[in-house]
């Protein structure tokens, strides 16, 4: 077999050299444009918030309380109540006929210890008719297990018996996954000790695979879109749905 031709070893440096070009360029764009993206979504966190505040004001016959972070808060839905939160309220209205107001104290980029600091103080005040609590996958970032599980056993002990806990989503990536199995442990086993239904949103996230990120995920790569909310809503629905069907479909029928 005989070597190429300087000519030809010339074009081939040439093209390797336009191909690496090219990835740079691309990986430079992507970059900025999912900075922008992420730059974008954090803009929308105060409208979210404020739009949960206001919302929280409406009366209703039920009270649906939610823990948790920016997921509860629906970032990166088309709009604030496309969150799973939303998603569950207009199911409770429908399975029940009766009125459901939302006091949803989760915070953006909470994690559990400022759950237990900043939300759970105003969940003392309440009392709820139903309770979601979605919280801890911000913790994965800066991961202390024993925090963790202090965090999560103060906040289990404030909750009643019929709060619904999540575990924490899959992240699809290994070097999380194993810190996500380490923190889902402790979320059963301590809601075990509580007595406390635990939401299986880590299945629920996991069975749709490695593609759901680029269909169940907004464009800063992280958080839910649309269809992500619909999968962790639908990952509460069995649970809230036998529980709303225990405790209140006679009352709305009754009335």
């Given at each position: 077999m005989t070597s190429p031709t300087p000519r030809i070893r010339s074009l081939i440096a040439a093209g390797a050299a336009v191909v690496t070009t090219g990835a740079v360029l691309y990986t430079t764009w992507f970059r900025r444009d999912l900075e922008q993206q992420k730059v974008i979504l954090n803009d929308t966190l105060p409208v979210h918030s404020a739009w949960w505040r206001t919302h929280a004001k409406q009366p209703?016959?039920?009270?649906?309380?939610?823990?948790?972070?920016?997921?509860?808060?629906?970032?990166?839905?088309?709009?604030?109540?496309?969150?799973?939160?939303?998603?569950l309220a207009d199911h409770v209205r429908l399975a029940t006929s009766q009125t459901v107001r939302v006091v949803n104290l989760s915070v953006s980029g909470a994690t559990v210890a400022l759950a237990v600091r900043d939300q759970l103080p105003r969940f003392d005040k309440l009392k709820p008719d139903l309770v979601t609590v979605a919280i801890g996958a911000n913790d994965i970032a800066q991961w202390n297990p024993e925090e963790f599980e202090a965090g999560i056993r103060t906040v289990?002990?404030?909750?009643?018996?019929?709060?619904?806990?999540?575990?924490?989503?899959?992240?699809?990536?290994?070097?999380?996954?194993?810190?996500?199995?380490?923190?889902?442990?402790?979320?059963?086993?301590?809601?075990?000790?509580?007595?406390?239904?635990?939401?299986?949103?880590?299945?629920?996230?996991?069975?749709?695979?490695?593609?759901?990120?680029?269909?169940?995920?907004?464009?800063?790569?992280?958080?839910?879109?649309?269809?992500?909310?619909?999968?962790?809503?639908?990952?509460?629905?069995?649970?809230?749905?036998?529980?709303?069907?225990h405790r209140f479909s006679a009352v709305g029928q009754a009335s």
């Open positions: 209703g016959e039920l009270l649906y309380v939610a823990i948790g972070d920016s997921a509860a808060q629906g970032i990166g839905a088309s709009s604030p109540n496309k969150s799973y939160v939303g998603v289990f002990a404030a909750l009643p018996p019929h709060a619904l806990v999540a575990d924490l989503p899959c992240f699809h990536l290994p070097h999380n996954e194993v810190k996500v199995a380490v923190a889902n442990e402790i979320i059963r086993r301590v809601a075990t000790e509580h007595e406390l239904t635990v939401v299986p949103l880590h299945g629920t996230t996991k069975r749709a695979g490695f593609r759901s990120i680029l269909t169940h995920v907004a464009k800063d790569l992280f958080h839910p879109n649309d269809r992500g909310y619909r999968s962790w809503a639908e990952a509460f629905l069995p649970s809230i749905s036998a529980d709303v069907a």
